[in-house]
């Protein structure tokens, strides 16, 4: 079952899951999915970044720009040498700054040397980032779902 298959067969259901006393199943759902993801990123800046918003029944995972980018991979302007994979969220996707070199002062964040900024723009510029391979799309709309099966059965059929 797709996560829209899902969310056709519960439209009666949630607007009265959304004012149950049990709580906001999509919230349920969504926190936990993120919980996950930190655990999975623990031990990166990643991990303090990420969030989640939540208008109606959409849902969606917040997170510093550059999770893409270290997920999937970035090709490099001599190919793909470092293994990027096709970005499942933004298809032939490169990074922000397309064909050319990123700036230098982007990566002042991770060291205070002029000379490094430049160097690790160049390398990213030339060889791409290596994917560090999380998370897929499919996964996050799978554990998704089960978390929502999860809220049904332990939340609201027990009440």
Known sequence: MTV??????LEGLTQDIQTSPEGN???YAIERLVEDLRTELSGTQLANTLGYRIEGSLVGILAADYLMYQNYGVA??????????????????????????P??????????D???????????????IRPKN?????????????YVED?????????
């Open 76 to 101: 490099g302007a001599e190919g793909n040498p470092k293994g990027a994979r096709p970005d499942e969220f933004d298809d032939n996707r490169t990074h922000q700054y397309g064909t050319r070199k």
């Open 4 to 9: 829209d298959e899902f969310v056709d067969r």
């Open 134 to 146: 999380w998370f897929t799309k499919a996964e996050l709309e799978q554990q998704y779902v089960a």
């Open 114 to 128: 002029r000379s490094e900024q430049f160097a690790i723009a160049a390398s990213i510029y030339r060889f791409g």
């Open 151 to 159: 809220f049904i059965t332990n939340e609201l059929l027990r009440g």
């Open 25 to 27: 199943m999509w919230q």
């Open 103 to 112: 700036p230098a002062n982007v990566f002042a964040r991770y060291t205070d």
